[in-house]
């Protein structure tokens, strides 16, 4: 059974950086056709992909938040992290990380989700 | 960029009901398309995939059908665990979600 728990800090001041990590047990961020992705839900609201890192090195982001978005893989520990720079109080939100697979990116095992806020 | 629209925003039912929620694209993604079913304070389950293949574990209560440009989810029969928030999602796009709740 895949699991992943994200972990980092639940508080970020606007105009810092985001940073989160997706650890993975059950399977490996380093083989596989699976698209190790991030997604995030504003409080009340409905659900944006982030980005995805691929066990070749490959990435792909969503194109509106493309300039300040860096997904990469950690293959020794079996995990992957988010970084978010220049944040804003339009940043608050759950983080999810989730496994994707096939042509739709469709998202089979999801982490728990973690709030992260942006505020002074 | 794809946008995908749920209908109807609200959907009040009784349990044992069926329900059938409707997820338009903005142009065709052939077969490309998910379901998932969210509980408040939960991550979202992948429900459907490809349209109409049921992921592992999903109840046979629940189908999806469609192509091109027009995806219907269906529950046969609803459940107490079922009222919930549906989204469907094609690559890097969401809906915005179909809430069923209890009549």
């Known amino acids: 059974q895949v699991q992943l728990q994200e972990s980092g800090p639940g508080l970020v001041k606007p105009s810092e950086t985001l940073s989160l990590t997706c650890t993975v047990s059950g399977g490996s961020v380093s083989s596989g056709n699976y698209y190790w992705s991030w997604i995030r839900q504003p409080p009340g609201k409905g659900l944006e992909r982030i980005g995805y890192f691929y ?35 339009a940043d608050t939100a759950v983080y999810f990380c989730a496994r994707g697979f096939g042509s739709n990116l469709n998202f089979d095992y999801w982490g728990q989700g973690t709030l992260v806020t942006v505020s002074s | 960029e794809i946008v995908l629209t749920q209908s109807p925003v609200t959907l009040s039912l009784s349990p044992g009901e069926g329900a059938t929620l409707s997820c338009r694209a903005s142009e065709s993604v052939r077969s490309y398309l998910a379901w998932y079913q969210q509980i408040p304070g939960q991550a979202p389950r992948l429900l459907i995939y ?54």
């Open chain 1, 55 to 89: 066990h070749s090195g490959a990435t792909n982001y969503n194109p509106s938040l493309k300039s300040r978005v860096t997904i990469s893989g950690d293959t020794s520990r079996n995990r992957f992290s988010l970084k978010l720079t220049s944040v804003s109080a």
């Open chain 2, 50 to 103: 490809d349209a109409s293949d049921r992921a592992t574990g999903i109840p046979a209560r629940f189908s999806g059908s469609g192509s091109g440009t027009d995806f219907t989810l269906t529950i046969s029969s609803l459940e107490s665990e079922d009222f919930a928030v549906y989204y469907c999602q094609h690559r890097n796009t969401f809906g915005p979600g179909t809430k069923v709740d209890i009549k």
